[in-house]
């Protein structure tokens, strides 16, 4: 359980995030224009969102001409400051022409960038399943993996969003492919048209806006219901070396911030549980789930201001569940009795458990490299390691139990009674068994020496392992930004 002293630490960091149903709620803090250039983008697992096939409905969703100043970055990615505090980028036009056909794309199979496959170390996302292998079989239950991740990482700003279809199958997947793929192609359109957001507030608006398109895309392709989490990162006009997060989340996907400087992980997203009565059902959703209208109960806008190195990253309950108490046996609730030996926590108890959890797991991570930092590369596998490893022997117990209910002479009822016994027998373990996808960025401005390109074999790929002794050492070249 969490000390006061620890508890006071998370709390303090909660009352500095300003959170609400609508963008109304969002202070207007004055933010540069976005830059345009691509440093680095990524989607998975897999083609991620490429793999969807755009039904008629929609058109073609371009990047916009947008006036000089506001377009790429100059030879080393920094800003050159004006008395006002403003960018200016020093190419000629016929360069920044360039770059923009380069990083476009007439076709909306890839919202409107050409490449998805630039994997850096300060933008990647990563997922995996946790699931067992089914019996006899290299497949594991719940295949295929239904969660989605994109991120866009240019040199002053950062598109990240992470969705995750509700249950199992292709149609789950392909919710969660038509919510990412719609939230950015909306999004690239709205935060690079002739009248930009000039604000935070009008980031999250548009961010909101883009949740609407999404639905509209999933509707359009017949498929289930998903969650969905986006955020925008965005420099901020009048403070040095601070940065405005902007987020919108609907359904159990969540936003959290790393602070290198702190070792403390919190989550942005924390008001989404509301007054929920269980800190794992967050309920809302996108796609037909009352009637042909989305869930938007949980709906949560939100603000926060992050600084230089810090490391934003959304997941799916695949990841944040297994930091939960309740989850890891550590704790009770009285709807989630586990075990009558272990204490009963409050929900807040609960949420506070779950940010220490995470920090303790970051900090031993962070420790164990040259420089005493995590990259958003880093932070990724450490936690894909981690939930892998803390479930490893709930899988292995089913994978080891379900010949018990492969008799052919078992009656149904028989069968039916034994499945139940294996499922609570599993509940003595610890974990939770899911997908689990991870996307993260580090804040601070990116140049041409960001690029990462030894990632770029990995990208497109459902899960990426490393032994103790493969493990790539991305702080070797002390360019981490």
Request: glycine share 8%; proline share 5%; charged share 25%.
């Amino acid at each position: 359980m969490a000390s006061k002293a620890e508890t006071r630490t998370f709390q303090k960091i909660r009352d500095t995030i300003t959170s609400g149903n609508s963008p109304g709620v969002i202070p207007k803090v004055p933010i540069k224009p976005f830059k345009l250039s691509i440093l680095g983008a990524g989607t998975g697992p897999l083609t991620g969102l490429c793999e969807l096939q755009i039904k008629p409905g929609g058109s073609a969703t371009l990047l916009p001409q947008i006036s000089d100043e506001k377009i790429g970055d100059d030879s080393d990615g920094s800003w050159d400051e004006d008395d006002d505090g403003e960018g200016k980028d020093a190419r000629k036009p016929a360069e920044k022409a360039t770059d923009m056909k380069r990083d476009s794309s007439l076709t909306p199979k890839y919202t409107g960038i050409s490449n998805w496959d630039r994997p850096i170390k300060q933008a990647y996302g990563e997922a995996t399943t946790l699931y067992e292998h089914k019996l006899g079989s290299s497949e594991r239950h719940g295949d295929p993996i239904a969660d989605v991740y994109a991120f866009v990482a240019r040199p002053n700003n950062a598109i990240l969003a992470i969705a995750d279809g509700c249950n199992w199958g292709p149609k789950s997947r392909q919710a969660a492919r038509c919510a990412v793929h719609g939230s950015i192609e909306k999004l690239q359109e709205l935060l690079f048209s002739e009248t930009p957001p000039q604000n935070t507030q009008d980031v999250v608006t548009s961010i909101r806006r883009s949740f609407d398109h999404a639905q509209e895309l999933i509707m359009r392709h017949e498929s289930t219901t998903t969650s969905l989490c986006v955020a925008v990162v965005c420099s901020l006009a009048k403070s040095k070396g601070e940065w405005g997060l902007c987020v919108v989340s609907v359904g159990n996907s969540s936003c959290f911030v790393w602070q290198n400087r702190t070792g403390v992980a919190y989550e942005v997203t924390f008001a989404a549980v509301g007054s929920t009565k269980d800190a794992l059902d967050y309920g809302g959703c996108l796609g037909p789930s009352i009637g042909d209208d989305p869930d938007l109960s949980n709906l949560i806008c939100c603000y926060a201001t992050v600084s230089d190195d810090d490391v934003i990253f959304l997941t799916t309950d695949g990841i944040s569940d297994n930091f939960d108490p309740v989850t890891l046996l550590q704790g009770s609730t009285e709807i989630q009795n586990v075990s009558p030996t272990l204490p009963l926590l409050t929900q807040d108890q609960r949420e506070t458990g779950k940010l220490l959890n995470l920090s303790n797991v970051l900090q031993k991570a962070r420790s164990q490299r040259r420089n005493d930092h995590l990259s958003a590369l880093a932070l990724n596998e450490a936690l894909v390691e981690y939930v892998s490893e803390m479930t490893e022997a709930k899988q292995t117990f089913l994978e080891r139990s379900w010949h018990n209910v492969n008799d052919p002479d078992l009656t149904t009822e028989e069968r039916a009674a034994k499945e139940k016994e294996i499922f609570q027998l599993a509940n003595g373990y610890p974990g939770k068994l899911d997908h689990a996808t991870v996307v993260a960025y580090q804040v601070g401005v990116l140049s041409e020496r960001s690029r990462y390109t030894k990632a770029k074999a990995f990208l497109f790929s459902p899960t990426v392992r490393f032994g103790r002794n493969e493990r790539r050492d991305d702080d070797d070249d002390g360019d981490d930004q």
